[in-house]
């Protein structure tokens, strides 16, 4: 699926899609500017709700990498005026990666 061109409706100009994790129905885009989550809703899936996060309103974030039995792992973002929003992603996904980026675009 090339979310790329499937979402670029959503995308501003210069805007493009870094990374990108789905659940079984959700998923996460990490862009050059900022952080889409769509939850997807309802039985046929047509329903999506769409959180639009500016990397610079995340004042504080942790990662917490997955370990022997707990195979999933996460990511907590603390944003001013919304609270603490956790995305939770299988082992598989690079946490310290996601992390990485995330600094990179706030610090």
Do not use: W
């Amino acid at each position: 699926m090339n979310l790329q061109k499937k979402y670029s409706t959503l995308l501003i100009n210069c805007e493009e899609i870094v990374s990108c994790y789905k659940g079984i129905r959700d998923f996460v885009a990490f862009t050059t500017h900022r952080i889409i989550s769509v939850n997807v809703q309802g039985i046929t899936g047509k329903k999506k709700d769409f959180k639009f996060m500016p990397y610079s309103k995340i004042q504080v974030y942790s990662v917490e990498t997955s370990g022997v039995i707990d195979l999933d792992s996460e990511l907590e973002l603390y944003f001013s005026g919304l609270g603490k929003v956790t995305f939770e992603f299988t082992g598989e996904s690079d946490i310290v990666k996601i992390g990485q980026m995330i600094g990179e675009k706030i610090l």
